[in-house]
Nanobody
Framework: VQLQASGGGLVQAGGSLRLSCAAS???????MGWFRQAPGKEREFVAA????????YYADSVKARFTISRDNAKKTGYLQMNSLKPEDTAVYYC??????????????????WGKGTQVTVSS
């Protein structure tokens, strides 16, 4: 499976962006997730979704603001980001693994990473 993230950009605080993660191969077999890495910080978990899309997990910092979803027919995952804050500024990466979304949120069982997309939120 190859993953390609897109949709990043520059947005003002309070704005919205939707990230996409286009996949090849048997996308529906894998749980997928989004992680981010801000300058000088370690990569951190943002959100994960089960292979069927029925179960989702979120970091506390993004709950009620971000929504993860997927369309297995289009082999694409999404991260809708609303009410963006300057602290959301980071490079965002999508990941997939033949594991559960629950396991993926801890960074375990990741088989594939996509290249990141930059999200910058100005104050």
């Amino acid at each position: 499976v190859q993953l390609q993230a897109s949709g990043g950009g520059l947005v003002q605080a309070g704005g919205s962006l939707r990230l996409s993660c286009a996949a090849s191969g048997t996308f529906s077999s894998y749980a997928m997730g989004w992680f981010r890495q801000a300058p000088g910080k370690e990569r951190e978990f943002v959100a994960a979704i089960s292979n069927s899309g029925g179960i989702t997990y979120y970091a506390d910092s993004v709950k009620a603001r971000f929504t993860i979803s997927r369309d297995n027919a289009k082999k694409t995952g999404y991260l809708q980001m609303n009410s963006l804050k300057p602290e959301d500024t980071a490079v965002y990466y999508c990941a997939a693994g033949a594991t559960s979304g629950r396991n993926l949120q801890y960074g375990n069982g990741i088989d594939f990473w996509g290249k990141g997309t930059q999200v910058t939120v100005s104050s």
